[in-house]
């Protein structure tokens, strides 16, 4: 964080100083009880309705506290704590928000999607982190939350930042744009996801495209050219400059000549009538499609294709993003349990399809989560699409899951089926069926520890 100095935080925010000294500098800054207090010269955004621990925040001192609580229940404030009484909370941390961003004069980027978002957010980071000092969003940590931490983040020190933006309901991506103020936005793809918060797919669509109206003006908005979902998304009122990634002729970054290589894609960049030899680990035609957006931000913000391109290939597949692995008895697993929904179980079945000729495929999916009134209804179409596929074993894991299971035994599904409630007694089935000539895709929620143990145990290779 950039050191601001308290008497100046007093001045913006027409804040009342009831005890300690505004002569020192703020280093770092929280919303108490939604993040923790672990560093000195820290400013706590301290809610009506929040009880303080005044020891723990004099220990942590100097402390500034911004509140709106009465003056009643600010008497207990300690000799390291400082106390800034302010009419509106909610309005005292928006203003301060909104004055720190505007302290840097940086690109900033900012990255939303149903499927890809952290992938496309960590190759940027590889690409820019070479010569760069990139503030970035941690993993998947993409709350609301987060946002006040990860802007001021930021620093003199910094050259660029990329943010990843969660959406749990409507209004978050709105929130965090308001935060961030992106000058680059990114949709990687608008699948099924999220449906409880939104309530339905239209809703999440809308709620996606808040992002439209969050960059900032003369900005840059990086659409997938041939996603159906995100070409409803409504661009009428955006006034910066539009890019498209893709395959199709409509992308201005158009990949061609994709084949799955040795531990990644090999494909074509074609830009500006020039055609770039490209590579990108980890698997799959939507891997492809995540190194074309961050190709076409990094480049926005100035760097060559042909640098970016080379950079590319040696990013570090995620773990857990269909991360393949040797097995239990010489099988091949393939872990892909960072998160489930529609969208990424096709993705990883065409990757299963395009692998796994001539070999005993196994497939373990589990619960799709956060569908709301559409749980039968987006689990039955997995169970449609397994039952097109040259799959050997299915199993499912999980009480909504099962609807995948008995969908695709309607259908017609030449896979041995089996149910579970639960994670136990699935190793005994599957045991058996794992040499050398199986392939295993396991396939479930985030959420489910017990899944990402179980790929762990079958990624055990006793050989």
């Not at 302290?103 to 960590?122: D, M, N, R, S, Y």
């Not at 990687?188 to 339905?200: F, M, P, Q, R, Y």
């Not at 003369?218 to 041939?226: D, F, H, K, P, V």
Request: with cysteine; proline share 2%; hydrophobic share 40%.
């Amino acid at each position: 964080m950039k050191p601001i100095l308290v008497k100046d935080i007093r001045n913006l925010l027409q804040g009342e100083l009831i005890s300690g000294s505004d002569t020192w500098y703020v280093r770092n800054a929280i919303y108490y009880k939604r993040h923790d207090l672990t560093k000195r010269n820290t400013l706590l955004f301290v809610s009506r309705g929040d009880s303080i621990n005044w020891q723990e925040v004099n220990n942590k001192g100097p402390a500034l506290v911004i509140t709106d609580k009465p003056y009643a229940e600010l008497k207990d404030a300690m000799s390291n704590t400082t106390i800034m009484k302010v009419s509106s909370l909610v309005q005292a941390y928006w203003s301060f928000m909104d004055y720190y961003r505007k302290l840097f004069q940086i690109p900033v980027v900012a990255i939303t999607g149903t499927c890809g978002k952290t992938t496309t957010k960590e190759m940027m980071k590889h690409i820019l982190s070479i010569d760069r000092n990139v503030q970035a969003s941690i993993s998947s940590k993409n709350e609301p939350r987060q946002s006040l931490p990860y802007l001021t983040g930021i620093s003199d020190h910094t050259d660029a930042a990329v943010f990843e933006l969660g959406l749990g309901n409507s209004g978050n991506i709105k929130h965090q744009c308001l935060i961030y103020q992106p000058t680059i936005g990114i949709i990687t793809n608008i699948g099924v996801h999220h449906l409880d918060g939104c309530g339905s797919l239209e809703g999440y669509i809308k709620a996606k495209s808040e992002i439209v109206s969050g960059i900032e003006k003369g900005g840059t908005l990086i659409l997938n050219a041939e996603d159906l979902n995100t070409k409803q998304v409504s661009l009428r009122n955006f006034k910066g400059k539009i890019i498209y990634f893709g395959v199709s002729k409509k992308a201005d970054f158009r990949a061609s000549s994709i084949e799955f290589a040795n531990n990644g894609m090999n494909f074509s960049v074609n830009y500006l009538n020039k055609t770039y030899k490209a590579f990108i680990p980890g698997y799959g035609e939507h891997q492809v499609y995540n190194a074309l957006a961050a190709i076409a931000a990094v480049h926005e913000m100035g760097l060559d294709l042909d640098v970016a391109i080379a950079r590319l290939a040696t990013f570090k597949n995620m773990s857990r993003h269909l991360e393949f692995s040797k097995g239990i008895g010489g099988s091949t697993i393939i872990d892909d349990t960072w998160t489930n929904n529609p969208t990424s179980v096709k993705a990883a079945l065409n990757v299963l399809e395009s692998i796994g000729a001539d070999k005993n495929i196994i497939l373990v999916l589990g619960d799709i989560n956060r569908l709301g009134n559409f749980e039968k209804k987006y689990h039955a179409e997995i169970g449609s699409l397994v039952a097109q596929k040259n799959i050997h074993t299915l199993i499912t894991i999980g009480s909504k899951a099962e609807e995948i299971a008995r969908k695709a035994l309607t259908d017609g599904t030449k896979a041995d089926v089996h149910i579970f409630k639960d994670i136990q007694g699935v190793m005994k089935v599957i045991k058996p069926k794992l040499n050398d000539q199986a392939i295993l895709l396991i396939k479930g929620p985030m959420s489910s520890r017990s899944m990402i143990d179980f790929a762990n145990q079958l990624k055990k290779n006793d050989e």
